[in-house]
């Protein structure tokens, strides 16, 4: 069973930074799709971005040039470099990894196993 846990949430003002960190339980840990993904309140779960084995990524266009996923495999530790954070960036985080190795990476939920708790960013104007 992979295990998944975010940090690095919290409240920053309009055109801040954070950065969150996803650490993960999984020996293969290289070998993994991983994503990063994002619920407001209200709303669907979205994909902000994912990142293959091969350090292969896509975004949102929401956060295209704002954001970078980025992986340690020396340390299992996804991350999510957030700058030019806006209010509509407001959400619950979460991280989440693909069953299986070498899985491309997509920002569809659905193709996703294992999922972390999630950690609350919130952006005020």
């Known amino acids: 069973q992979v295990q998944l846990m975010e940090s690095g949430g919290g409240s920053v003002q309009s055109g801040g930074s954070l950065r969150l960190s996803c650490a993960v339980s999984?020996?293969?840990?290289?070998?993994?799709?991983l994503g990063w993904f994002r619920q407001a309140p209200g709303k669907e779960r979205e994909g902000v971005a994912a990142?293959?084995?091969?350090?292969?990524?896509t975004y949102a266009d929401s956060v295209k040039g704002r954001f970078t996923i980025s992986r340690d495999n020396a340390k299992n530790t996804l991350y999510l470099q957030m700058n030019s954070l806006k209010p509509e960036d407001t959400a619950m985080y979460y991280c989440?990894?693909?069953?299986?190795?070498?899985?491309?990476?997509?920002?569809?939920?659905?193709?996703?196993?294992?999922w972390g708790q999630g950690t609350q960013v919130t952006v005020s104007s």
């Open positions: 999984e020996y293969a840990f290289s070998r993994n799709c």
């Open positions: 990142i293959d084995a091969y350090g292969t990524t």
């Open positions: 989440a990894a693909r069953s299986g190795w070498y899985a491309r990476a997509t920002l569809d939920y659905i193709a996703y196993n294992y």
